[in-house]
């Protein structure tokens, strides 16, 4: 049997010597040292950027506010015949998009216009409005 297994080993070739495993800490080295650094910090940059082009990509919502106010009852009339015409003209509209229009209306005047317009609209006493008797 002895000459059944120098044969065996024979044929599987040369006897490898027992090489103990390297530490982990040495591996790790080991590895890093193989990368090249610089390669590795233009990739971070490169992903960085891409990251950054994704978020500027897409459009920032604005931050909404919510208000309350007290308007008399014959404008509060006049947004609702805005928001019928609107309708009318295929463009059916929500109140605050008609508040929102006219305050861009607005904006887009010309001094002389936007005060004789805001020198049009009669001042109203703040706060909730009085219940009727009635």
Excluded at 66 to 89: G, H, M, Q, V, W
Excluded at 106 to 115: E, Q, R
């Amino acid at each position: 049997m002895p000459a059944a297994k120098k044969a065996i080993a024979k044929a599987a070739g040369p006897r490898k010597k027992n090489v103990a495993a390297k530490p982990a800490a040495k591996v790790l080295a080991t590895a890093k040292a193989a990368k090249p650094a610089k390669a590795d910090k233009a990739v971070d940059k490169l992903a960085a950027i891409a990251r950054a082009g994704d978020k500027a990509d897409k459009a920032k919502k604005p931050k909404l506010v919510r208000d309350s106010f007290t308007i008399p009852k014959n404008e509060y009339a006049a947004i609702e015949a805005l928001k019928l015409r609107a309708a009318r003209l295929g463009r059916p509209a929500k109140k605050s998009e008609v508040l929102r229009a006219g305050v861009m209306a607005l904006a887009g005047m010309g001094d002389a216009a936007f005060l004789a317009s805001v020198s049009s609209v009669p001042a109203v006493k703040t706060g909730r409005p009085a219940k009727d008797a009635s």
